[in-house]
């Protein structure tokens, strides 16, 4: 099984300041890597697929890069509708044998 | 407009039968996979399994296979996910999503997503 590790845990931010969050892979899942952002009592929702482009209706401040095993997440500048876990997610297999991170917070400094 | 329709909360008893479903609209159902995801309480997600409406090609995580049955009906766009017993473990948010179209393994994204389904499994 591919083990996605996120780093950190949580990320204290002020608003307007810039996130980075980051999304590691046992063994590389070349670009086959999304993001997801969930609120509290809402599903996730696609916000970048193949590691670095933003699906339909995502904000420019969201921005995605790496391939094989490290990725990176990007939030230029935090809003508030922004803070919320974010997972890091591989689909790098078929059959699938897809996996999570554990979510990243994005918290209020 | 794509949207997926998740059945409602549901109480069990541990041992009792549940079958939660997940309809789809809005695009052709039968040409996409729909997957199963699971959150516990206060936890991350967990990939559970994946059926093709259309022939009911059906995939499980190893996790899972055994543990939970995916079927879907074509005739009314909907996908369900079911346990014969359940345990007290199976509390958690059950979220369906399709995986978008294409045919190259970094296109398997999971680009529309239901509201979820919360089941709780206590005696």
């Known amino acids: 099984e591919i083990v996605m590790t996120q780093s950190p845990a949580t990320l204290s931010v002020s608003p307007g300041e810039r996130a980075t969050l980051s999304c590691r892979a046992s063994q590389s899942v070349s670009s086959s890597l999304a993001w997801y952002q969930q609120k509290p009592g809402q599903a996730p929702r696609l916000l970048i697929y193949?590691?670095?482009t933003r699906a339909t209706g995502i904000p420019a401040r969201f921005s995605g890069s790496g391939s094989g095993t490290e990725f990176t997440l990007t939030i230029s500048s935090l809003q508030s509708e922004d803070f919320a876990v974010y997972y890091c997610?591989?689909?790098?297999?078929?059959?699938?044998?897809?996996?999570f991170g554990q979510g990243t917070k994005v918290e209020i400094k | 407009e794509v949207q997926l329709v998740q059945s409602g909360a549901e109480v069990k008893k541990p041992g009792e039968s549940l079958k939660i479903s997940c309809k789809g609209s809005?695009?052709?159902?039968?040409?996409?996979?729909i997957g199963w995801v699971r959150q516990m309480p206060g936890k991350g997600l967990e990939w559970m399994g994946i059926?093709?409406?259309?022939?009911?090609?059906?995939r499980y995580s190893p996790s899972f296979q055994g543990q939970v049955t995916i079927s879907a009906d074509k005739s009314i766009s909907t996908t369900y996910l079911q346990w014969s017993s359940l345990k007290a473990s199976d509390t958690a948010m059950y979220y369906c999503?399709?995986?978008?179209?294409?045919?190259?393994?970094?296109?398997?994204?999971?680009?529309?997503w239901g509201q979820g389904t919360l089941v709780t499994v206590s005696s």
């Open positions: 999503a399709r995986r978008s179209s294409g045919s190259y393994l970094s296109e398997y994204y999971l680009d529309y």
């Open positions: 059926i093709y409406p259309g022939d009911s090609d059906t």
């Open positions: 809005g695009y052709s159902f039968t040409n996409y996979w």
């Open positions: 997610q591989q689909h790098n297999n078929w059959p699938p044998r897809w996996t």
């Open positions: 193949g590691a670095s």
